[in-house]
């Protein structure tokens, strides 16, 4: 742990008293000689730290004490899949919308060709020729044409919207000049759409859209070409008699005010269904929600009475299929011209829902729910024109399903996990070590009902710092299979599969370890496995994973060369009294070292951004501790100070200095391993015995 103190700054030398009021002035801003210039000189620490090997703890490291020694235990983990990947239940919301006669108006179209025949009979007579054709000025060439919808839609209605498309194909090898098209009732004659096409060019076509809004009209409409005008040809021309002007007639998009209709008593809805889930793979047989809802929203503007009644046949209250989810409701008559809506959400937590289908002894298995939705109109015994813009929509569904648990065949997923592991227990650490020994596991924890077969494929260990590298040669457990077990439930059990590596089944594994990596790369495949194709036993549950461990655990008894420790702290000069008047001065690091190496000490002052502003003590050197050659173990700490002369122009760097950073390089190579026990410490304290100057 680094400690940042500021001490009360002691005086360290006074002539008289008014050399002691002067430099109280200094502290205080206070001046009993004002037109003298004067320099006094304090001492303040300004900064500690202790570097210990505890110093490369993070929450992933452990350290164990045997025998006032150490065990770094390292464990790093990342998530292999979760529940989340096995099921995510997508809102599945039904609307269906239906007017009270449920008459649906269709696009359509209906065609008619008006032969050159009809509208210049000698022309049969030169059929297959190329003769010189004249132009035509003619009345209601080819008669009338009848449309009846009456069976199919309404006996009459008006509409608030629609538009009839009415095109003209000119298959003539003459230029048409003009056509006169009109539509009407049959049965008053009303003309519904009346419209002139012109200068429409040989073999091409025009079109014209009726608007139909604020129209009445019939089930039987009379469609008549009342007057054509065509051009005389340019020359000879070939003449195919059976070919003349084609006339389409089209409408969409009908909207209908109101029509001629009976109201009796009816069920606008009988929806039973089996709403089919996709859930991209799985075969779900069951799931009981943690929390989720059924989403029920009743629009309605027909004036009577509707009572709606929606229910999931195969679901239960915590699992009692003799209570299944169930809602019915009353729609009250809407008022003339408005709509009644009705609309609530209703939880579904803890409900068992079977995605079975309609009927579970028969297709579909899984992946489908079943409901029921009927809607029933209340007999009023009146008779009326019926608004066909009147209707009844229901919007219903399940929304917002998070599970508690599912059964189901979640099928085989396939994984290659080729990623990279920080390993930060030696980010604050740089150099070369030699290690007695250390243990390394891969652990694989498992918490779905579902088995797996993992295999390591590689790992390679990566110091980014010096560019070492080593793979790991362990021909006994890299590229095998490795079965994991499903958990067990209830209650959940995962299971853990560990994997073993040390330096008697691996033949690199303390070359792996002793360039300090900060990134291992693994490269593992996996498989989920169903327990059999088809077979629904597996489960998944909210708090399923499978989760991969990587565990070190690493004695502290090693040699060691140009290993490096490293501590970086706030530092702000302003907590000293007046350093706006420092002029020079002097930097003391007093140093105890408990450890069994030399050390080079290093201290960087940093801006905000970490930039070095000043560099203090470089290639200076703190002595060993001694050492008792019976155990290794140091005799006590060795004290070190040493000195930096600050002038004027490195005294501005450090009021810039946010930062002080510590380093902590070893540099005596020891070929005997020796333990690094717990109370071992480098201690540091930087002191600054200042000049301070202060004036008119």
């Known amino acids: 742990m680094v400690l940042y103190k500021v001490n009360p700054i002691r005086l360290i030398k006074t002539k008289s008293l008014c050399t002691f009021l002067s430099l109280l002035s200094v502290l205080f801003f206070v001046s009993c000689e004002r037109e003298k210039h004067w320099n006094a000189q304090i001492t303040a620490p300004l900064f500690r730290a202790n570097l210990s090997l ?358 085989v997923k396939s994984y290659t996990i080729d990623d990279s592991l920080d390993i930060p227990i030696f980010e604050k650490i740089n150099g070369e070590v030699d290690l007695a020994d250390f243990k390394f596991y891969f652990n694989i924890e498992n918490a779905l009902g579902i088995g797996a077969v993992a295999k390591i494929n590689s790992l390679r260990a990566e110091n980014t710092s010096s560019g070492k590298s080593v793979t790991l040669d362990c021909q006994s457990i890299i590229g095998k299979e490795i079965n994991i077990s499903k958990a067990h439930n209830p209650p959940l059990i995962p299971s853990t599969t560990t994997t073993e590596f040390t330096k008697y089944s691996c033949d690199n594994l303390i070359d792996f370890v002793e360039i300090l990596p900060n990134k291992i790369y693994a490269n593992i495949s996996m498989n989920t496995l169903p327990s059999d194709s088809g077979n629904v036993a597996d489960f998944v549950l909210d708090q399923s994973y499978i989760k991969g461990h990587v565990n070190f655990t690493i004695p502290a008894t090693f040699s060691a060369n140009n290993l490096t420790l490293s501590q970086t702290g706030k530092f702000n000069i302003n907590a000293v009294s007046n350093q706006e008047n420092i002029t020079s001065g002097t930097f003391r690091l007093d140093v105890e070292n408990d450890f069994p190496y030399d050390f080079k000490v290093v201290l960087d002052f940093l801006d905000e951004s970490g930039t070095s502003l000043l560099t203090l003590f470089e290639n200076q050197l703190i002595q060993a501790a001694s050492i008792d050659m019976s155990n290794y173990h140091s005799v006590g700490p060795r004290k070190t100070s040493l000195l930096a002369k600050i002038n004027e122009t490195q005294m501005d760097m450090i009021r810039d200095t946010k930062q002080i950073r510590i380093t902590a390089v070893i540099d005596s190579p020891n070929d005997v391993q020796t333990p690094i026990l717990n109370t071992y410490l480098l201690k540091t304290q930087l002191v600054a015995d200042f000049i301070y100057e202060a004036g008119n």
């Open 54 to 411: 505890s110093d490369l703890g993070n929450d992933s490291l452990t350290i164990e004490e045997t025998d006032s020694s150490y065990n770094l235990i390292y464990q790093v983990e990342y998530s292999i899949d979760s529940v989340a990947s096995y099921l995510t239940v997508p809102d599945t919301v039904d609307k269906v919308r239906i007017t009270l006669d449920k008459l649906i108006l269709a696009d359509k179209n209906y065609a008619d060709t008006i032969t050159l025949r009809q509208i210049y009979p000698a022309a049969g007579a030169y059929h297959g020729q190329t003769v010189f054709l004249p132009g035509q000025n003619i009345d209601n060439p080819g008669g009338e044409q009848e449309i009846d919808v009456s069976k199919e839609f309404f006996q009459t209605a008006k509409f608030v919207k629609g538009f009839l498309d009415i095109t003209i194909h000119n298959d003539l090898p003459v230029y048409v000049d003009e056509i006169v098209y009109v539509l009407r009732n049959k049965k008053d004659l009303t003309v519904i759409a009346q419209d002139t096409f012109t200068n429409i060019p040989p073999f091409s076509s025009s079109t014209r859209s009726i608007d139909l809004s604020g129209k009445t009209v019939d089930g039987v409409l009379l469609a008549t070409v009342i007057h054509m005008i065509t051009r005389e040809s340019e020359g000879d021309v070939l003449i195919d008699a059976d070919k003349g002007l084609r006339l389409e007639l089209s409408v969409h998009d009908l909207e209908p005010e109101y029509a001629t209709a009976i109201f009796p008593e009816q069920t606008l809805v009988n929806d039973t269904q089996e709403v089919i889930y996709n859930f991209g793979g799985p075969l779900i047989t069951e799931i009981q929600a943690k929390s989720g809802f059924v989403k029920m929203k009743i629009s309605s503007t027909i004036e009577e009475e509707i009572i709606i009644d929606y229910t999931f046949p195969h679901s239960g209250a915590g699992g009692n299929y003799a209570n299944p989810f169930h809602k019915v409701y009353n729609v009250p008559p809407a008022k003339p011209g408005e709509t009644q809506v009705i609309e609530g959400v209703f939880p579904l937590d803890g409900y068992v829902m079977q995605y079975k289908g309609k009927d579970p002894n028969s297709p579909p298995f899984w992946n489908a729910v079943y409901s029921k939705l009927t809607a029933k109109t209340v007999y009023s015994g009146q008779v009326r024109d019926l608004s066909l813009n009147d209707y009844v929509e229901i919007e219903f569904g399940l929304i917002d399903i998070v599970p508690r648990f599912a059964t189901g065949d979640f099928g």
